[in-house]
């Protein structure tokens, strides 16, 4: 592999040992794709394009198909998330008791939009989802995978404020 | 070879562990009560018996040693509503809503004083009479959890309490006492039907699939269950994993395949992290991998994360995506049974199906017949959500009535204020994105594939949400427009550009620029994109318009012609506002209201900043005396 990294400095190969690592666990098998991209997520907590072009070159498939199969699927992220995924649940469940209106405080409290959905700080991402399974507790949002059901908008701003307070205080 | 298992020592030697402790605890491990915090009610109760003197078994031992408390996580009792939800074996107590501080209790008045503790049984939300006993909740008393039976009770995470329930049993009979062909014979005359929605005959498709000649085939669990608003496959596949993974070794005898792969999405992790290590589980006990029961066959399981595509749920979609391409769809013929998966004859059936199958095998299709209806026989899971009082997981017989489900079991309508509102009943969407509205005039149809076709609805994968009267049919319309817009998978032209079309069409209505002409463009439009598009996202897409249409067209006429919107949920078409006759001035809007729009003095009127406003109903949520209008 190495070899076309030449031209960086160290810190670019140190980079692409942990992909190479993984796409070696996937055998280099180009039918792997998408749980190679899932693991390579999960490490850099999205894509970023140069590692899209390196699994490509290592799988021997196009960039254009590593992309394609990478924008396709709700789950990758093109851009970086910030440190809180923030997620309202939009199931029909939640929809009808109300996830709108969380959505929109929380909007409202951090300053984003639908097309907005980092605050620049880097803090929160906040992403809406179709359904979490958690319908009994309608309406739902997850803050970094853990489950906040039976919502309320003030309960929903409550939640955040206080990450908002404890990382201020860091 | 592993060595063979020996299921009856097993399942002898857990039951004999099992019966020298005298009571189980078990507290629901399922999504719902463990966001509702059961965990920490689990580590609380461990802390309290110790505390207490008792010796707390956490896991059964290979070997007799007693104990005087076996305490234990489970899957989802159904009954999320109501939880975090803790039972008590053998007395069959049920402790709803149980938070840490009522840990004590549980353990001084059950554990050591051997009666119930009263206030955390479930009352009769009308009679607030308690009942002592899980079953006789009404929730309980009125299903018949044959699919779900021991999902609730058992610790999804111990094989061996899977076996000492018969479980791998009907596994061991298909592979050692059964032919492929036997098999197939006796799920098509069960009747089984697929329970992810197409409602396609099992037995059929496995016959289909077992005649091709191929040196290789696979099976594929389909758990992609991406339906808003449906959580059966989850619940299954938390609650009682192993069932799952006996299903799909049935199902893999019965057409010859020697590889499977369920396919889960990504955003259930217990059940992910569940089915890998009951598959991990049954690798180890010797009952999948080589020689499966001592028989030539061999079974390699795989377990493959969804990335988020709705379209995935569609069976040649999802076969693409285990191929690491983009979730597309392509056209068949050739069906899956001819040309699966890497061009392969595959089977491909959802949770509850292949859940569904070891029932078959150990019961005989003739038992299984015994409930549901002539065509569609057995039971069938549903997610009772929405305005109902007992939200949760519920399983019926095919030919159940509406009204069985929403008032016995589910309890009734609720309105806004969560309280019984005995003619709050508007109607219910079944089947998701690709299903329809049920109104009054059906609450007393029988529930089954073929009689709910006339209707416009489906019984789809069996998510149920009860809608109140407060809701707006052409907002739930738009709902699941967008939902399906944005799922589109792009291929086919009719779909891609329909659903955006009709999602903009509906988007005037509820922003009052409706239109005659729109609103019949609308119609013309969700008919075109259901002749042309490819597969079966597109081609149902248009159902709930077409169905909310045909239900409640004078809700869509009161938005184009009067621009309102009689429920009062369409922002663009309100105005909020506080009734100064009813308002007491208490305050307790204002300090809910998270964007600081309404201003008063405490017990004279308050008022609303409409441009300030963001219409997100909380404070007519804390409102006591109704007098908030508008949001």
Same mark, same amino acid.
């Not at chain 2, 009308?126 to 044959?146: L, N």
């Not at chain 2, 693409?320 to 069906?335: D, Q, V, Y």
């Not at chain 2, 069985?404 to 589910?410: L, N, R, S």
């Given at each position: ?30 039918? &792997? ?16 394009? !140069? ?56 909007? $409202? ?21 179709? /359904? ?28 955040? &404020? ?9 | 070879?592993? #060595? ?32 509702? %915090? ?16 008792? &010796?707390?078994?956490?896991?059964? =031992? ?45 353990? #001084? ?45 058992? $610790? ?37 039907? %697929? ?60 057409? +010859?395949?020697? #590889? ?147 008032? $016995?079991?589910? =309890?009734?309508?609720? $309105? ?12 219910? !969407? ?41 809701? /707006? ?16 998978? %792009? ?109 008063? +003095? ?16 909380? /404070? ?9 209008? =508008?949001?």
């Amino acid at each position: 592999m190495g070899n076309t990294q030449t031209t960086e400095p160290t810190d670019g190969l140190r980079k692409f040992e942990k992909v190479c690592q993984i796409i070696d666990k996937y055998n280099r098998d180009p039918s &792997k794709l998408i749980p190679i991209l899932q693991e390579v997520q999960h490490e850099y907590r999205y894509l970023p394009e !140069q590692v899209q072009s390196y699994i490509a070159t290592s799988l021997g498939l196009s960039s254009a198909r590593v992309f394609g199969v990478a924008s396709f699927y709700a789950h990758f992220a093109l851009e970086p998330k910030g440190r809180y995924v923030i997620h309202v649940c939009d199931g029909t469940a939640c929809h009808v008791k109300g996830s709108d209106g969380l959505k929109e405080a929380l909007f $409202d409290l951090l300053k984003l939009s639908d097309s907005k959905k980092t605050t620049n700080d880097m803090l929160f991402t906040l992403e809406t989802v179709s /359904c979490l399974g958690a319908c009994g507790l309608a309406p739902v949002m997850t803050i970094n995978d853990e489950v906040h059901g039976q919502m309320t908008p003030a309960k929903a701003v409550e939640l955040v &404020k206080a990450i908002m307070e404890r990382e201020q205080g860091k | 070879m592993s #060595e063979l298992i020996n299921l009856e020592a097993v399942g002898r030697q857990y039951k004999e562990s099992r019966a020298a402790i005298a009571r189980r605890v078990i507290v629901c491990g399922g999504t719902g009560c463990v966001a509702n %915090g059961s965990l920490k009610i689990f580590a609380a109760l461990k802390k309290e018996l110790e505390g207490h003197n008792l &010796k707390v078994v956490l896991e059964l =031992g290979h070997d007799v040693c007693g104990g005087d408390v076996f305490l234990s996580h489970s899957g989802c009792q159904g009954f999320c509503q109501a939880g975090p939800l803790v039972t008590v074996e053998p007395d069959d107590y049920l402790y709803v809503h149980v938070k840490p501080e009522d840990v004590k209790d549980i353990v #001084e008045q059950t554990l050591v004083g051997n009666r119930p503790v009263t206030r955390l049984l479930y009352k009769d939300p009308a009679t607030g009479s308690a009942f002592e006993k899980w079953h006789d909740v009404p929730f309980y008393k009125r299903q018949h959890r044959e699919i779900l039976g021991d999902c609730g009770n058992i $610790d999804p995470e111990d094989i061996r309490e899977y076996i000492a329930k018969g479980g791998y049993e009907a596994a061991r009979r298909a592979f050692t006492e059964m032919k492929p062909q036997q098999i197939c014979e006796e799920i098509a005359a069960s009747g089984l039907r %697929g329970h992810g929605g197409g409602g396609f005959p099992t037995g059929k498709k496995w016959t289909l699939t077992l005649a091709e000649k191929s040196d290789k085939k696979y099976v594929i669990c389909n758990a992609d269950e991406g339906d808003p608003g449906a959580f059966m496959n989850r619940s299954l596949m938390e609650g009682n994993p192993h069932r799952v993974i006996e299903g799909i070794m049935i199902a893999a005898r019965a057409i +010859e395949a020697d #590889e499977a792969y369920v396919y889960v999405r990504a955003e259930y992790p217990l059940a992910v992290q569940r089915i890998r290590k009951a598959l991990a589980d049954a690798e180890k006990a010797g009952i999948l991998g080589k020689g499966v029961f001592g028989s030539r066959h061999n079974i390699l399981c795989h377990v493959m994360e969804g990335a988020g595509a709705f379209v995935c749920g569609e069976e040649t979609a999802l076969v693409a995506s285990i191929e690491g391409l983009r979730g597309m769809p392509r056209p068949k013929p050739p069906f899956p049974a001819q040309s699966g998966l890497w061009g392969k004859p595959t089977v491909i059936n959802n949770v509850e199906t292949l859940g569904t199958v070891p029932l078959i095998i150990l019961e005989g299709s003739h038992n299984y017949r015994t409930l549901g209806t002539q065509g569609s026989p057995g039971t069938k899971t549903f997610a009772l959500t929405g305005h109902v009082v007992n939200t949760g997981l519920i399983e019926v017989p095919f030919g159940s009535t509406l009204r069985e489900i929403i008032f $016995d079991i589910g =309890g009734g309508v609720i $309105d806004k204020h969560g309280k019984i509102d005995p003619n709050g009943f508007k109607a219910v !969407q079944i089947g998701g994105p690709s299903g329809g509205c049920l109104v009054e005039e059906h609450l007393d149809m029988p529930l089954d594939f073929d009689s709910i076709k006339p209707t416009g609805a489906i019984i789809g994968s069996g998510g149920l949400v009860v809608m109140n009267r407060d809701t /707006c049919m052409v907002q739930v319309a738009h709902f699941f427009m967008r939902f399906t817009q944005n799922e589109s998978c %792009g291929k086919c032209v009719p779909c891609r550009e329909g659903t955006k079309q009709m999602l903009a069409l509906l988007d005037d209505i509820i922003h009052g620029r409706g239109t005659l002409e729109k609103l019949e463009l609308l119609e013309q439009l969700a008919r075109a994109v259901q002749i042309g598009s490819l597969c079966g996202l597109g081609k149902t897409a248009p159902n709930p318009v077409l169905s909310t249409l045909r239900y409640f067209r004078s809700e869509y006429e009161a938005h184009i012609f009067q621009k309102r919107c009689p429920a009062g949920q369409c922002k663009a078409l309100a105005v909020p506002e506080i009734l100064a006759d009813r308002c007491k001035g208490c305050g307790a809007c204002l300090r809910k209201c998270p964007v600081g729009a309404i201003t008063g +003095e405490k017990k004279s009127p308050h008022r609303i900043d409409p441009k300030v406003c963001i219409k997100c109903g909380t /404070c007519a949520q804390a409102c006591k005396f109704n007098a908030i209008v =508008g949001v």
